[in-house]
């Protein structure tokens, strides 16, 4: 209805927006159809008398023409409520129709839908459109949450420090030691070093050397050396045990010796590879043996005996070794047929040892002497006596 020439809004109500946009059409649908339809509008009549200066006039009453049917809005949304009807015209005062104010129920709406999306609440981000995640899927942080950290796998080894015999060992005198052909992928042996040397032991150990080979090439890297004559190569005493090493693999090698001499000590023992730019890699080995004491001749040789032969004296000089002052002690011999004396010469420096011994004795005879050193590292030595073969 119009009152001081103003359209008062038909709805006052926060209904959702697509309820809202159905009336909008409606409401200029039928504003359109109404302009269109509806005569000029008559002059009005001469205004009625004041009260005071008596009763009114009546005034003639004027049918208005009836609108145009309205178009059908479109189908609501299930959960809202379907839009509401037009209004009917009004009649202006002298009983004709009010015109439609187009214009002002335009800004109306707009205002009222500007008034609607303000109010209405904004959904956070990320969740507009976001269908449910399928079962079994990973879940996803929300923006600006931090992931839980993922295990990280452990670092491989170093090649220094792996362990030896990594490698599973195979027979080395099966394997093919003979290059790839030049069309195909080569290995490549790489090692940390040929000269390697051990830490001193006491005589009766055994010495320890590392060493590590590692195949940089693209083909397979075939391996193998000998042990024997007391060296031992990951466990292996006697044969050719092999190795075969993909591209980017290493074997760390543990080469034990116990060498019989006493003092310095050098050992070489090749590797055989089918690396043609390495075929063969000559490790040298070196350690030094420490000894107690110092024993000249260690070996007591009493050369060729005949059975009718008297008896054989030698003697043996002791002197100070790599464990400190002399403190020997003679074992009584085991043979009855050998006699040994023990005499200082220069206290804790020097001693000499006579060894006696009667034949008849065997061509291949050999006993021995054992002397305590007092040395916890090499508590004992021992000397030996064997004869010499007449040769024919």
Not at 196 to 221: C, H, M, Q, T, Y
Not at 238 to 250: I, R, T
Not at 377 to 382: G, L, N, V
């Amino acid at each position: 209805m119009r009152k001081n020439n103003r359209v008062v809004p038909w709805f006052t109500g926060s209904g959702s927006i697509l309820t809202l946009a159905g009336a909008v059409m409606l409401m200029l649908a039928w504003g359109c159809s109404k302009s269109a339809d509806t005569p000029p509008e008559k002059p009005p009549a001469a205004p009625a008398a004041s009260p005071e200066a008596g009763a009114p006039q009546a005034v003639a009453e004027t049918p208005a023409p009836q609108p145009a049917a309205a178009p059908v809005a479109p189908p609501a949304a299930a959960n809202n409520p379907p839009p509401a009807a037009a209004p009917a015209a009004t009649k202006a005062p002298d009983g004709s129709a009010a015109p439609a104010d187009s214009e002002a129920t335009k800004r109306l709406i707009e205002e009222k839908l500007k008034q609607l999306q303000s109010s209405a609440p904004t959904p956070a981000a990320g969740q507009r459109g976001t269908p449910p995640p399928p079962a079994g899927a990973p879940s996803v942080p929300a923006s600006g949450a931090q992931a839980a950290p993922q295990p990280v796998p452990p670092p491989a080894p170093a090649a220094g420090d792996q362990k030896p015999g990594r490698t599973p060992i195979l027979d080395g005198e099966s394997l093919d030691m003979a290059p790839p052909p030049p069309d195909q992928p080569q290995p490549r042996a790489v090692y940390d070093r040929e000269l390697i040397v051990a830490d001193p032991i006491w005589r009766g150990e055994s010495a320890k050397f590392l060493f590590n080979v590692r195949n940089e090439g693209e083909g397979v890297l075939n391996m193998k050396m000998k042990a024997c004559c007391g060296l031992s190569i990951n466990g292996v005493r006697n044969g050719w045990p092999g190795w075969s090493l993909k591209p980017g693999e290493s074997e760390t090698f543990e080469m034990t010796f116990g060498p019989s001499a006493r003092g310095d000590f050098t050992r070489y023992s090749p590797l055989h590879t089918n690396d043609p730019q390495n075929p063969k890699i000559n490790f040298t080995l070196k350690g030094r043996v420490l000894v107690a004491f110092n024993v000249e001749p260690h070996v007591v040789n009493l050369g060729v005996v005949q059975p009718d032969s008297g008896p054989i004296t030698k003697t043996v000089t002791i002197t100070r070794g790599d464990g400190g002052r002399l403190q020997p002690k003679l074992n009584p011999p085991k043979d009855p047929r050998v006699k040994a004396e023990l005499q200082e010469v220069e206290p804790g420096e020097r001693y000499t040892l006579e060894v006696t011994v009667t034949p008849p004795l065997p061509h291949d005879y050999r006993s021995s002497l054992v002397l305590d050193t007092g040395l916890s590292q090499a508590p004992r030595e021992t000397i030996l006596i064997v004869t010499q073969q007449e040769q024919h």
